[in-house]
């Protein structure tokens, strides 16, 4: 009898975690968006397997703009290299620095939104209107700058994307926190004896996390179609290094007379994007709590 | 060593932009180990304020005490530190709040928040002992320790001021305040909840202060009552002495006129004239004086005392300055 009840109980407890992915399940988009994206890792992460990275350098004069076939099947660009080898080899880049940035920006924005959301006054004053000064200025504008002035490199490019993209998960950190602050289990916590750290790390954060991987869902989208973006102007990733919007930038003067050298990387960003944001549509309706049904 | 809980002389302030708000006026408030008393007064008369104060817990930047002391057991609330605090909230004196739809953290398990007390408290606890504890607690509230791993929304309203009781007991306090803990739950889960306390009271020999507008809940669980009218308590005395009805304030009249008597055939009720003090005046006189019908020239005029009318009894009016009536018309 008593391990009835127990079994009942645990299978009772994930429940919230079922409804969140039934809710999530029925949005067909985001479920489409989600295998699309699962594809697409399986692929990249499995690179190796199937297409070694010689491919992706090696220049061969008499093999240049094939067209796409059964040997290339992206076709090759001018210098006779494998479009389709570097564009998987270039979604290992693309979809990395998309993680890490966002990665960075999602741990970095979480401190400074409970910070500033939780202690108010100053501290809130100095972290937001430092925030805002960041906002102010367009993210690509802000991330090229930042490149500019600490040098063309990975790292480089990590870290003036991440700062970009810091505020906006600061803001969404600090507003959730901000309604969450005069909840009575805040309160009853404190009657407790919790301490203040303990109180956003045990209490806060939990409750937060939802918008937050919304918001970083969302964010993800946009920070690949960035990485694009500087790889395109030329103060990403550099070539030969390939990365999907470094991929189009190198072939931009051919793109006239062989149109898929753009087209394909082109679709390759864009059907990533798309993917992520329908998942980070998804995920809103899924973790909305209003939306119970 | 004095009283278990001894509030002097109280005054506490709300300062706005706009305005100040005088929210506690000279409250003077003492418990003895053991005793239940029941804090009654209209909505906005510093009952909450008082609860927040003794814990110190009053919002920052915003409530000030500006006189008066607080000892707890000998301690001195006011000038202690904050790690000295947070031992005695929670150890020592915890708080049960009104609405127990809102004061569980929906994200965590029922048992993980009973847990976190015993976690911050006694840190020497082993995870097996800590365990039992919870079981041990949730028995003595009446939900099945099984229970534990589910989730707040998962419980009803009556299961989860249960749970709530279970988080403010679990440390064994020996001083708790319950901000109205019946006021959101329906009359049989009311009953259900107050023979709770009441047995785990008994069992635990917990003090009590309990936060209510609900004479009737009073006459039942409390030994004492405090009348609180305008941040100050204005009588004084065991249930006994104020519920024999022979003397008292004019506002706890007026308290007492407004339950309807069921041997008694009325078609109206009798409210209490007037509107609650606006708590940002400071009168000189008497803070029920514009609303008391024994109202005379010098209750305007300077504020009475608490005078002594008997055993336990005190009353702070000016009809009972030698301990009688007194009518001079």
Known sequence: ??????????????????????????????IIGMVIILILVAAIALAPLYCSYDKVIQQSLSQRFLSPSAE??????????????????GGRISLFCGLVTIGIAFVAGMVLGCAA???????????????????????????????????????NMLIALSISQIPREARTARSCVMTL????????????????????????????LGPMIIDVMMGLGSTILRIASLGFLGIGIASPTPEWGTIISENQINIRYYPYLGIIPGLFIMITVLSFNFIGDGLRDALDPKMKN | MGKFLEVKDLHVQYKTDESVVYALNGLTLDVEKGETVGLVGETGA??????????????????????????????????????????????????????PMTSLNPVLTVGEQIREVLVLHF???????????????LTLVGIPPERKSQYPHQFSGGMKQRVVIAIALVAQPKLLLADEPTTALDVTIQAQILQLMKDLK????????????????????????????????????????????????????GLFNCIPDLGVDTHRLHPIEGEVLDPTLKPAGCKFADRCRYCRDNCKKSNPDMYHIGGTHFIKCYRYTDGEVQTNE
């Not at chain 1, 079994?7 to 409804?19: A, F, H, P, R, V």
């Not at chain 2, 915003?62 to 000295?84: F, L």
């Not at chain 2, 840190?123 to 607690?137: F, G, L, N, S, W």
């Open chain 1, 117 to 155: 959301g939780f202690f108010g006054g100053m501290t809130d004053t100095i972290i937001m209107r430092f925030c805002d000064v960041l906002m102010a200025i367009p993210g690509l504008l802000l991330a090229m700058a930042i490149v500019s002035a600490l040098g063309q490199g990975i790292g």
């Open chain 2, 46 to 99: 510093g009952k909450t304020t008082l609860a927040l104060s003794i814990l110190k817990l009053l919002p920052e930047d915003v409530g000030k005490i500006t006189k008066g002391s607080i000892y707890y057991n000998g301690t001195d609330v006011i000038a202690a530190g904050k790690n000295e605090m947070r031992r005695l909230r929670g150890e020592e004196i915890s708080m049960i709040f009104q609405d």
């Open chain 1, 1 to 30: 009898m008593k391990k009835q009840i127990t079994e009942k109980n645990t299978c009772k407890k994930s429940s919230q975690l079922k409804m969140i992915v039934k809710r999530f399940g029925k949005n067909r988009l985001s």
């Open chain 2, 202 to 253: 008994q069992k635990l020999n917990t003090s009590m202060i309990f936060i209510t507008h609900d004479l009737g809940v009073v006459m039942e669980f409390c030994d004492s009552v405090a009348v609180v009218y305008g941040g100050e308590v204005i009588e004084r005395g065991t249930i006994e002495e104020i519920y024999v009805r022979e003397k008292n304030h004019p506002y706890t009249e």
């Open chain 1, 72 to 89: 290339h099947f992206f076709g090759t660009d001018q210098y006779g290299r494998d479009l389709f080898a570097r564009i998987v080899y």
């Open chain 2, 123 to 137: 840190p020497d606890m082993t995870k097996q002992e800590r365990e039992k504890r919870v079981d041990e607690i």
């Open chain 1, 181 to 208: 602050r005069n909840q009575e289990y805040i309160e009853a916590a404190k009657t407790c004896g919790t301490s203040r750290f303990r109180i956003i790390w045990r209490h806060i954060v939990p409750n937060i």
